[in-house]
């Protein structure tokens, strides 16, 4: 009896549960399709608005402006690197009357200095003595000193002294020392048609890779074709240095593998030079220590392959004025082993001895034909004897 109400209980027990499970799942699958169905009717894709086949509105009838303003110019971004435009470079001409602020400011106490000396009333020895060492600090060397002051002896002797008269005998006899006479003109031009072929030596770091970027600005100003050859093959970012320059002014530059020959690569620049029919190939070689042998010897190895297909027309020597007497024995070296024909002498503004002209052209017999005054891209000028003394006496 106890047995049968007790199944009879979990019979009704069984069948409780068995319909809330029911109830339950009834409720949920119903609670599903529901949200199946608003899912279903966020992402449904709304259907396409019908084309807008009106024609546009002006004038009066134009409907108003959207509510969110146009950009303006200030909005927008901008690339960091402006888009590369090609420079035009300053002429030459005229580029010594900017630069000589910056000469006479290096230079001043030389001159000054000179003047204040030959202007006094009485110009007695030991006024002569200070002159020359005046002179022999500048770098203007001993024998070009001795030889000045003799002039000048003679003439103040002769014409007498005082301001001017003392000003007008010093600046004459600077211009003479520096010598007018010598050709400074740079042979850039075509000849037979082949382009002309400037090859730039010296040591390291005296700037021949920013003499010839700047020197093929100078030429670009005349109108040039020109060309440079990246024959600095030692120094890892010499060459790009040497493209960065060539780009701005819109000029080619030949270049190959880093450490590679630079001889071949001088070869390359000139063969180039030939198919373009440039007016100008210029080549930068590494920059060697005039004690090494080897390195000396690799010059001439470059000038000859470079002979295999064109005439080398000029031999620039670069040398660093702010080296002074070190200057000298560099030039005397480099000219042991190949024919400079002209001489740069780079940081004329960052140095009070702006004799090393004088001596260094004594020294060679080569003139001074470039002058650097600057680390900006065209402070590269013609050197003018005339003009430097005028700026020397400022
Ligand atoms: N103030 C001044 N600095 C200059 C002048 N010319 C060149 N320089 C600086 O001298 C440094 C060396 O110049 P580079 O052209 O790299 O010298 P480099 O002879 O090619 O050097 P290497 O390839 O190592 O032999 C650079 O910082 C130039 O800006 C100049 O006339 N005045």
């Not at 010839?212 to 030429?219: E, P, Y």
């Amino acid at each position: 009896m106890l047995t049968s109400q007790l199944v009879a209980q979990l019979a009704d027990s069984v069948l409780i549960v068995v319909i809330v499970a029911a109830v339950v799942l009834v409720a949920g699958t119903a609670g599903l399709v529901v949200t199946r169905r608003r899912k279903a009717e966020v992402s449904a894709p709304t259907p396409p608005a019908p084309l807008d086949t009106a024609e546009p509105k002006v004038g009066e009838d134009a409907e108003e402006p959207r509510d969110t303003p146009t950009r303006t110019l200030e909005d927008t971004e901008l690339p960091e690197e402006p888009v590369a435009t090609i420079e035009k470079p300053e002429s030459a001409q005229g580029r010594m009357v900017r630069l000589r602020a910056r000469l006479a400011r290096s230079q001043g106490s030389l001159g000054k200095g000179l003047l204040a000396l030959l202007s006094r009333d009485k110009v007695d020895e030991e006024a002569w003595e200070d002159i020359e060492t005046t002179l022999i600090t500048a770098d203007v060397g001993v024998t070009p000193t001795q030889e000045l002051v003799e002039r000048l002896r003679t003439r103040i002797r002769v014409e007498g002294v005082g301001g001017e008269q003392a000003r007008q005998i010093l600046r004459e006899e600077l211009i003479e020392l520096v010598n007018p006479a010598l050709d400074r003109s740079l042979k850039v031009s075509r000849k037979e048609a082949q382009p002309a072929v400037v090859l730039v030596v010296g040591v390291n770091g005296t700037g021949k890779t920013t003499t010839v970027g700047k020197l093929a600005r100078v030429l670009v100003a005349e109108d040039k074709h020109v060309v440079l050859g990246a024959a600095d093959t030692f120094r890892a970012a010499a060459a790009d240095q040497l493209q960065t320059w060539g780009e701005r002014v819109g000029v080619r530059t030949v270049r190959g593998a880093e450490g590679g020959d630079p001889a071949s690569i001088a070869f390359d620049s000139v063969k180039q030079g030939i198919e373009e029919e440039a007016d100008v190939v210029i080549v930068d070689t590494a920059g060697r220590l005039h004690t090494k042998t080897g390195l000396m010897d690799e010059l001439g190895k470059v000038k000859r392959v470079i002979e295999k297909s064109a005439e080398v027309d000029e031999v620039l020597l670069v040398i660093d004025a702010t080296t002074g007497q070190n200057g000298l024995t560099q030039a005397r070296v480099f000219a042991e082993v190949i024919d400079v024909t002209g001489l740069v002498l780079t940081k004329l503004d960052g140095t009070a001895k702006g004799g090393i002209v004088i001596a260094v052209q004594r020294e060679l017999g080569v003139p001074v034909k470039l002058v650097g005054l600057g680390e900006g891209p065209d402070d590269l000028a013609p050197f003018d004897p005339e003009q430097f003394v005028d700026a020397l006496l400022d």
